[in-house]
């Protein structure tokens, strides 16, 4: 794969997070409430595409399976509320459960109860998921378009799981959010949503230091080198599938308590989390905002779905062919993101169509393709 | 009772051998999972139900039986055509990355959808006949004409030629038959001619002729496709690129002309199968959708070295959804011990079958992680 990676430089970085912070902080006073809860929600999808970012951009792994790792971490949060506000229902149990004749909760959301193990439960829960299914799959060398295809299946699975027990997670209708308790508030009230708003900016910035973290030194090297080079890496004797398998399980942590935070700003989880469409739109956040640049992964999920909902208010129809020639357009014209554009030699090649800016004399660096390159890539 | 597990589970692994066909052969020449087969899929079916009230006119009408047969040519040249098409525009700039080729077949898959949702069918119909236009006509001239240096304007006036054809036929379809004048995102409904309704009686059990006519679909494909990748100078080529690309390449095989012809036959053959979905189902935007997962377990399952291994799969999974989703098991074993009858009935859905046979497979997986068939080669990387 032909592909650079990319360094934000300092400035930049210090200008996009001033400009970020800024932002956040203002929001709650010039938003409307309603706005203000879509961008809580867009800003909580912002670390599933951290997480993406992590395992497609740094690693070369393309998930389109996310979505299931989103879902466990909403259903997990959502069970705690629920349980926790269900005493006034027969039997102590969520009142759903009554619905289909189900008197005792079922054994594996006992430990619900306490809200310790539930936060815990929130990201352990879906890593070890991802850990479990990465293992399988590395273990035997699958990679590339298989590995993308057999997590777009285990998300169908999951889909279908999820959809037909009725009895254990209430099925195709999800669990609702909004009119439980929390802190002896409802947790759809505004004070609520606000301080959600909030904890989620944190979150945010928390989970992109993480990401920062993890993929710099050598740790990150060596993702980069598995992304670049597998089969090298395997041979200068370190193993691929360990790191494989411990970025997709962060990848899926990040998912989880993405979907946590994304469940108790909307209101509802539901298998509809788990749709083959919105696991590939997550890719498509990180393509556009520039994939190997986390601050691309935040900026891209925030700045198309809030895109995403103004189109769909003002035209319904049109946001299917935007966004499919969104996906045809990004990876064809523009594989390094809009942020890995402006880094590079786009901004100037443009100013230069419009006639803005002198050429540049000298002869520009050189791309001499590596003779291997076309061997390599089959 | 065996006997129509059985069959069951043949029916439903021939839709899936019919699908999957086209992807793996894609997939074992490219290394490109088209996510817009499914598309392609339904692109098919509604092609069925546009030819089938094209056959209500009156002057087509003595001929209605035979609409489905026609259909199935109809459909493979309209889903082959759109997949040049998408070959030529997109999938050729990607060459060499497969990961983003299979999201930029996403976005032409969405565009897909929205496209049959909010334009009329009739127009649908024009704009495809133009592309078929567009595309053939120039090379009906002969090879001189096509070395003279006015073959650009040749070129260009056959596309005027073709959005003119496109425009009148579009018109003229959408005033005659007035269920296509209208876009909606309504699923519609084909009805198969009164020669395919019922059941045939073969040793004592009752196979619907729906059925049996896709069993036959599936068949005559495989056969066709056996018969074009062994005895053909094309096909010779198309394996000798799906073995070694850059060795075909040295020995003067035009890799170009292979993957647009192995693009255009894979996009047919989901053009086929669309014409098979269409007699089992009502037929919608999101028809494609329902199929697609089974394809990719197929090719996930059979691997890319062989036809057969996507046969294997293909029968494979349709037989063990059978079994597994309609509970057979205790049928064929009535005395089952009491957890695992629970067990089996936990499963005996068809969306628990789905996740039991993923399980499966992934279980199949960790033995021989390449399919049933995998390409042998000394290659590191493949």
Same mark, same amino acid.
């Given at each position: 794969m032909e592909f650079k990676n990319l360094k934000l430089t300092k400035k930049t970085t210090f200008v996009i997070w001033v400009l970020i912070i800024a932002f956040i902080v203002a929001a709650p006073s010039i938003l409307p409430v309603f706005r203000l809860n879509l961008l809580g929600r867009y800003l909580s999808l912002a670390i599933v595409a951290l997480g993406v970012d992590l395992i497609w951009g740094f690693t070369g792994l393309l998930s389109l399976g996310q979505g299931i790792f989103f879902a466990l971490g909403g259903y997990c949060a959502a069970m705690y509320l629920q349980i926790t506000s269900s005493s006034e229902f027969p039997n102590n149990i969520p009142e759903f459960f009554g619905l289909y004749g189900v008197d005792n909760l079922p054994f594996f959301w006992e430990p619900f109860r306490s809200p310790i193990f539930s936060l815990f439960a929130i990201w352990v829960i879906p890593a070890l998921v991802a850990g479990t299914l990465g293992f399988l799959v590395f273990r035997n060398r699958i990679k590339g378009v298989y590995f993308s295809i057999l997590t777009q299946a285990a998300l169908l699975v999951f889909f279908n799981f999820f959809n037909g027990q009725q009895k254990l997670i209430n099925g195709t209708n999800g669990l609702k959010t909004d009119v439980t308790q929390l802190f002896g508030q409802m947790v759809g009230s505004e004070s609520i949503q606000r301080m959600f708003f909030w904890f989620t900016a944190l979150l945010v910035i928390a989970a992109w230091f993480f990401s920062k973290w993890v993929v710099k030194g050598r740790f990150g090297n060596i993702l980069i080198g598995i992304r670049d080079d597998e089969p090298r890496v395997r041979f200068t004797g370190y193993n691929p599938v360990l790191f494989k398998t411990i970025i997709f399980s962060i990848a899926g942590g990040l998912a989880g308590i993405s979907g946590a935070l994304y469940t108790v700003q909307s209101g509802i989880v539901s298998p509809q989390f788990m749709t083959v469409p919105f696991s590939i739109e997550m890719v498509i956040w990180v393509a556009v905002g520039g994939r190997g640049t986390l601050l691309g992964a935040i900026l891209g999920a925030v700045l198309i779905n809030y895109a995403k909902s103004l189109v769909s208010e003002a035209l319904p129809a049109s946001w299917m062919f935007i966004q499919g020639g969104l996906f045809i357009l990004v990876v064809t014209a523009l594989p390094e993101g809009v942020l890995g554009w402006a880094q590079g030699e786009g901004p100037r090649n443009l100013l230069q169509r419009l006639g803005l800016k002198r050429k540049i004399e000298t002869y520009p660096s050189l791309e001499i393709k590596n003779e291997t390159e076309g061997l390599k890539n089959e | 009772m065996l006997l129509d597990s059985l069959f069951n589970g043949v029916a439903i692994g021939s839709v899936l051998l019919v699908a999957a066909?086209? &992807?793996?052969?894609?997939?074992? &020449?490219?290394?490109?999972?088209?996510?817009?087969?499914?598309? &392609?899929?339904?692109?098919?079916?509604?092609?069925?139900?546009?030819?089938?009230?094209?056959?209500?006119? @009156?002057?087509?009408?003595?001929?209605?039986?035979?609409?489905?047969?026609?259909?199935?040519?109809?459909?493979?040249?309209?889903? +082959?055509?759109?997949?040049?098409?998408?070959?030529?525009? !997109?999938?050729?700039?990607?060459?060499?990355? @497969?990961?983003?080729?299979?999201?930029?077949?996403?976005? *032409?898959?969405?565009?897909?959808?929205?496209?049959?949702?909010?334009? @009329?069918?009739?127009?649908?119909?024009?704009?495809?006949?133009? %592309?078929?236009?567009? %595309?053939?006509?120039?090379?009906?001239?002969?090879?001189?004409?096509?070395?003279?240096?006015?073959?650009?304007? !040749?070129?260009?006036?056959?596309?005027?030629?073709?959005?003119?054809?496109?425009?009148?036929?579009?018109?003229?379809?959408?005033?005659?038959?007035?269920?296509?004048?209208?876009?909606?995102?309504?699923?519609?409904?084909?009805?198969? @001619?009164?020669?395919?309704?019922?059941?045939?009686?073969? %040793? #004592?059990?009752?196979?619907?002729? /729906?059925?049996?006519?896709?069993?036959?679909?599936?068949?005559?494909?495989?056969?066709?496709?056996?018969?074009?990748?062994?005895?053909?100078?094309?096909?010779?080529?198309?394996?000798?690129? /799906?073995?070694?690309?850059?060795?075909?390449?040295?020995?003067?095989?035009?890799?170009?002309?292979?993957?647009?012809?192995?693009? +255009?036959?894979?996009?047919?053959?989901?053009? =086929?199968?669309?014409?098979?979905?269409?007699?089992?189902?009502? =037929?919608?935007?999101?028809?494609?959708?329902?199929?697609?997962?089974?394809?990719?377990?197929?090719? *996930?399952?059979?691997? =890319? #070295?062989?036809?057969?291994?996507?046969?294997?799969a293909s029968f494979g999974i349709g037989i063990m959804t059978d079994l597994i989703g309609a509970g057979r098991l205790l049928s064929i074993w009535p005395d089952m011990p009491l957890p695992l009858s629970n067990t089996v009935n936990f499963f005996a859905t068809t969306s628990m079958a789905r996740v039991m046979i993923f399980a499966l497979i992934v279980i199949f997986l960790q033995f021989k992680p390449t399919g049933l068939f995998p390409q042998k080669g000394r290659m590191v990387e493949n």
């Open positions: - | 066909l086209g &992807l793996a052969i894609v997939f074992g &020449l490219m290394g490109v999972i088209n996510l817009a087969h499914g598309e &392609l899929m339904m692109l098919g079916a509604y092609t069925t139900y546009v030819t089938q009230l094209i056959f209500k006119l @009156p002057l087509l009408k003595p001929y209605y039986n035979a609409y489905v047969i026609v259909s199935i040519f109809v459909a493979f040249i309209v889903s +082959g055509v759109v997949g040049i098409l998408l070959e030529k525009t !997109v999938i050729r700039k990607l060459y060499g990355s @497969p990961l983003e080729t299979l999201l930029a077949t996403w976005g *032409v898959s969405l565009i897909l959808q929205q496209f049959v949702r909010s334009i @009329p069918l009739a127009y649908g119909t024009g704009l495809v006949i133009s %592309l078929i236009i567009g %595309l053939f006509l120039p090379s009906v001239f002969s090879s001189k004409v096509k070395e003279s240096i006015n073959f650009k304007y !040749v070129k260009f006036s056959s596309w005027i030629i073709a959005a003119l054809a496109g425009v009148l036929s579009g018109n003229l379809i959408s005033s005659s038959v007035s269920k296509l004048s209208r876009a909606s995102a309504r699923n519609v409904d084909v009805t198969a @001619p009164s020669w395919m309704r019922g059941q045939v009686e073969i %040793l #004592g059990t009752a196979f619907p002729k /729906t059925r049996l006519m896709i069993i036959i679909i599936t068949l005559i494909s495989v056969i066709a496709i056996t018969l074009f990748l062994n005895q053909s100078a094309w096909g010779m080529r198309i394996r000798a690129v /799906t073995q070694n690309r850059e060795m075909s390449d040295c020995l003067g095989i035009s890799t170009e002309k292979v993957d647009v012809l192995t693009f +255009g036959i894979g996009s047919g053959l989901a053009g =086929v199968a669309g014409v098979a979905v269409s007699l089992l189902g009502s =037929v919608g935007p999101n028809v494609g959708g329902n199929y697609i997962v089974g394809c990719f377990m197929v090719v *996930v399952l059979g691997g =890319v #070295g062989n036809l057969l291994g996507t046969i294997f």
